[in-house]
């Protein structure tokens, strides 16, 4: 397979608001304010949208990171002032605004050329680095971000994921 140069891929969770990942992948007692920074810890990427409940405080968490981490931002119309505001006050900041009509990949759509793909969960190395490979090769010359989506995210699936993109060269 023949794969964009310079590509980067960044990896996080699609659902991160999703109850059963408040319930099952932060620690035991966690309080809750922490949780965005245990999650930019974790993960290269975070995917937002405009009416988060804890917008503020995500973004603060990716802004104070001691690592840089990329932003795909779901774009809707009552969101975009916010956005706007955010990229004038941190310029510095990685970010993929994702248009009502922007590209998304997954295994099974055949999408070319999109920045963000969907990957389900999976325990299976394997099929996590024939989808990483299928998504690296229809991907664009430019930062990409891969969120693993389902239900139930885990740490170890987000390990398996990092290493298969390190092992991979991405």
Known sequence: MAYATGLDIKIGLHRRLAPSLVQDFYPDGMPED???NFLVMLTQAIWVRGDDADLSDVLAAIVG???PVLTVWEAAAESSK???????AYP???LIVLSPDAP???PDNGVVGARVGLIPASDQPALLRI???AFA???PAH???????GDNPSVATLDRVQTLLELLGW
């Open 92 to 94: 510095e900041q990685s």
């Open 34 to 36: 922490w949780r965005n």
């Open 82 to 88: 916010a956005r706007q505001d955010w990229q004038c």
């Open 131 to 133: 989808w990483l490979e």
């Open 143 to 149: 930062m990409c971000a891969v969120f693993i989506e």
């Open 65 to 67: 990171a001691p690592k």
């Open 104 to 106: 998304i990949w997954s």
């Open 137 to 139: 090769a229809q991907a």
